[in-house]
């Protein structure tokens, strides 16, 4: 247990790190950590991946991170775009009430919206190219009839500085309750209690200079 605690405390400090040197900092602000499922095609089997919900006080944005074998990936969802994708968390739960009730199977795209994606590989962040207008991909999956996922799918990405480096961020796969956790750290009232928290934080600290 201690292990795992120690990992997760590490994995939260490389992220904190790497979006100061990304961003800046104090402006972007931790709302949520949820421990999501990726596909590992090798094995045929889904493992555990820590997501990390950061929001930026000046972009006004969310942005999603995550890791692999390769470093990390951060996920950005502007403002605009932002009640698109809760309408999609919405839709999910319809469409996850509806299929337990006629005991179907499905799988369909319920939406898509444009994102940023940056990657990290070996010592260096990239970003993607404009041009390539990435999206974020929200889906409809059934593993049974009785058990409905939300997957996030990403676009590949070219690099705007390298057309040879590009990224394709893994599929991230949500449950229900995982949905739910989703939904609640884009709510206004999480975020501004996360906000306000912060703030007192940064006050404090101006105390000791």
């Known amino acids: 247990m201690k292990k795992n605690l120690n990992k997760s405390l590490l994995w ?7 979006f100061l040197l990304l961003f800046g900092f104090p402006k972007d ?3 949520s950590t949820l421990t999501t499922y990726t596909y590992n095609d090798t094995f045929k089997n889904f493992d ?13 944005s969310y942005s999603l991170a995550v890791n692999d074998i390769f470093g990390l990936s951060t996920i950005e969802l502007k403002k605009e775009n932002r009640e698109t994708f809760i309408a999609a968390l919405d839709k999910y ?18 939406n898509r919206v444009p994102v940023e994606i940056r990657w990290e590989f070996g010592d260096t962040w990239y970003a993607s190219r404009l041009r390539d207008k990435p999206k974020m991909y929200i889906n409809f999956f059934s593993q049974s009839e009785t058990r409905h996922q939300l997957v996030l799918q990403f676009s590949k990405v070219e690099s705007y500085l390298n ?36 703030e007192e934080q940064e006050k404090l600290e101006n105390e000791f200079q």
């Open 12 to 18: 939260k400090l490389c992220i904190l790190l790497s």
């Open 163 to 198: 057309e040879y480096i590009d990224k394709k961020v893994e599929s991230l796969y949500f449950n229900k309750d995982l949905v739910l956790k989703l939904k609640e750290a884009f709510s206004p009232k999480l975020r501004q209690e996360k906000i306000r928290a912060a």
């Open 48 to 60: 555990t991946n820590e997501l990390l919900i950061f929001y930026d006080s000046e972009r006004k």
């Open 29 to 31: 602000i931790e709302i």
């Open 93 to 110: 739960f319809e469409w996850e009430e509806k299929a337990i009730q006629i005991k179907a199977k499905i799988e369909k795209e319920i």
